[in-house]
Antibody, heavy 117, light 112 residues
Framework: QVLLQESGPGLVKTSETLSLTCNVS????????WSWIRQPPGKGLEWIGY???????FYNPSLRSRVTISADTSKNQFSLRLSSVTAADTAVYYC???????????WGQGTLVTVSS | DIVMTQSPDSLAVSLGERATINCKSS????????????LAWYQQKPGQPPKLLIY???TRESGVPDRFSGSGSGTDFTLTISSLQAEDVAVYYC????????FGQGTKLEIK
C-alpha cells in the first residue's frame, strides 16, 4: 500500500517561497505520476502540477511561472516550491499519486500553509 | 486549458432518493484512439482528502458502493447516487485528465 505524507512549514511570509515535501512509502517515486493539489479554506481543488520519471514536469498554466516540482529518488520523495507567495496561496496542500492510471487514487492527508506578513 | 463546470453548486436530497450531479467540460475529453473518457469523480468529506469514486467516466473504484454510478461521454457527464445515504453527505468533484488535470468547482450534497 502506497502512503503519502506532506511536510513543511505551516506559515510562510508574503513574497517568500513556499516549500513542501511529500514522502512516498510503499512505492517508488521513480514510478507513476505525482502531483501537488491545493485547496484554499472553504473552496475547491486546484491542481498545481505533476512530476513523472523523476524529472519530467507539467504545470498548471496559471501557476507555471512560480512553481517548481522536483523529486529526490534517494529519499523517495518529491517536493513543491512556490515562489512570491501572497495571501491567495493560503491553502491545504495535498500530494497525490496516479498509481493505476491517470487519475488520483492515492492522496496524502494534506497540510495547511498560511501566508501572512 | 480544459475548464470543468459542475451543476448545481449545491444539492439537497432526501434519504433514499436519487441525487444527480452534472459536469461539463469545455472541450471533449474522449480520446478517440481508445474510446475512453478521461474523466474521474471524487468525494470529499470535511477534514479529509478527496476519495476516488469513478474513473474513465463510468468505472467504479474498488470498494465504492454500487449506488454510485457515472455516465456520459465527450463533454457532458453525470454522477448519480441511486439511493442517498447519510454517509454520502460530502462535496463531489469531477476532474479531467485528458490534458493536464483540472477539477470542477465542486457540488455540495446535503440531506433534505
Amino acid at each position: 500500500q502506497v502512503l503519502l505524507q506532506e511536510s513543511g512549514p505551516g506559515l510562510v511570509k508574503t513574497s517568500e517561497t513556499l516549500s513542501l515535501t511529500c514522502n512516498v512509502s510503499g512505492g517508488s517515486v521513480g514510478d507513476y505520476y505525482w502531483s501537488w493539489i491545493r485547496q484554499p479554506p472553504g473552496k475547491g481543488l486546484e491542481w498545481i502540477g505533476y512530476i513523472y520519471n523523476s524529472g519530467s514536469t507539467f504545470y498548471n498554466p496559471s501557476l507555471r511561472s512560480r512553481v517548481t516540482i522536483s523529486a529526490d529518488t534517494s529519499k523517495n520523495q518529491f517536493s513543491l516550491r512556490l515562489s512570491s507567495v501572497t495571501a491567495a496561496d493560503t491553502a491545504v496542500y495535498y500530494c497525490a499519486g496516479e498509481l493505476s492510471d491517470q487519475y488520483f487514487d492515492c492522496w496524502g492527508q494534506g497540510t495547511l500553509v498560511t501566508v501572512s506578513s | 486549458d480544459i475548464v470543468m463546470t459542475q451543476s448545481p453548486d449545491s444539492l439537497a436530497v432526501s434519504l433514499g432518493e436519487r441525487a444527480t450531479i452534472n459536469c461539463k467540460s469545455s472541450q471533449s475529453v474522449l480520446y478517440s484512439t481508445n474510446n475512453l473518457n478521461y474523466l474521474a469523480w471524487y468525494q470529499q468529506k470535511p477534514g479529509q482528502p478527496p476519495k476516488l469514486l469513478i474513473y474513465w467516466a463510468s468505472t467504479r473504484e474498488s470498494g465504492v458502493p454500487d449506488r454510485f454510478s457515472g455516465s456520459g461521454s465527450g463533454t457532458d457527464f453525470t454522477l448519480t447516487i441511486s439511493s442517498l445515504q447519510a454517509e454520502d453527505v460530502a462535496v463531489y468533484y469531477c476532474q479531467q485528465y485528458y490534458t493536464g488535470r483540472t477539477f470542477g468547482q465542486g457540488t455540495k450534497l446535503e440531506i433534505k
